[in-house]
């Protein structure tokens, strides 16, 4: 009897994921992967055959279509095309956030690396565009001198001097003082906005 080899089973895949059979794919699917454990290809493939099981009404499968990309992934790191299927299946599985953390915390050790930062703002756009779809900030704080400083001094001189100068006659002079204070706070706040961001 003529043995099954790996492009067999991905064929078999491939035929049953088109025919809308979702379980005899990912069985042929992850028959391949047990002959070729690192092929992205492979993983691909089951993690399209999850995602039809997942639109069978077993939303349970649409994490685990996330985890065979991000094999995936692992395995072609240059790979678009898996990236952006690891994006909508993210989306789709609910987990966007957590994937923008992971390519934070791998931009934070590779800072140079074009890639992850063309993925990250990949999500943000993605982000945007999705209404139901949200990506936590970063968490950026600014030390604690200048949050005070502007926060607790700035803010509350340039709104006092603002006032001032509409209830005091012989403050009127002061008022564009008052204004450039507090345009430098708002200036001040859009970039700690900004650095939340990224």
């Given amino acids: ?24 794919a990912i069985h042929y ?3 391949a992967l047990k002959l070729s454990p690192a092929a992205p290809a492979a993983q691909r ?6 995602s039809l099981k997942a639109d069978k009404g077993a939303p349970v499968f649409r994490v685990l279509a996330l985890e065979a990309l991000r094999k995936a992934a692992a395995a072609e790191p240059d790979s678009q095309e898996t ?6 299946a993210a989306i789709k599985a609910g987990r966007l956030g957590e994937l923008a953390a992971e390519y934070r ?11 992850l930062k063309k993925r990250l703002k990949d999500i943000y756009v993605v982000s945007l565009l999705e209404n139901d779809v949200t990506v936590p900030s970063v968490g950026y704080k600014p030390v604690f001198f ?8 700035l803010l509350p001189l340039g709104a006092s001097i603002i006032v001032a100068a509409n209830v005091m006659p012989k403050a009127r002079p002061s008022l564009m ?10 200036v001040y706040r859009s970039l700690v906005w900004f650095f939340s961001r990224r």
């Avoid at 200048?146 to 001094?153: T, W």
Wanted: glycine share 8%.
């Fill in 1 to 24: 009897m003529e043995e099954v080899g790996f492009e067999k089973f991905m064929e078999l895949g491939e035929r049953h994921a088109s025919a809308g059979d979702p379980d005899r």
């Fill in 29 to 31: 699917y992850n028959s």
């Fill in 45 to 50: 493939g089951l993690a399209r055959a999850l």
């Fill in 83 to 88: 990236h952006a299927l690891l994006i909508g």
């Fill in 105 to 115: 915390a791998k931009l934070k050790a590779d800072p140079e690396n074009a890639a």
């Fill in 146 to 153: 200048i949050k005070v400083f502007f926060d607790c001094v």
């Fill in 177 to 186: 003082i008052g204004v450039f204070i507090f345009f430098c706070y708002a």
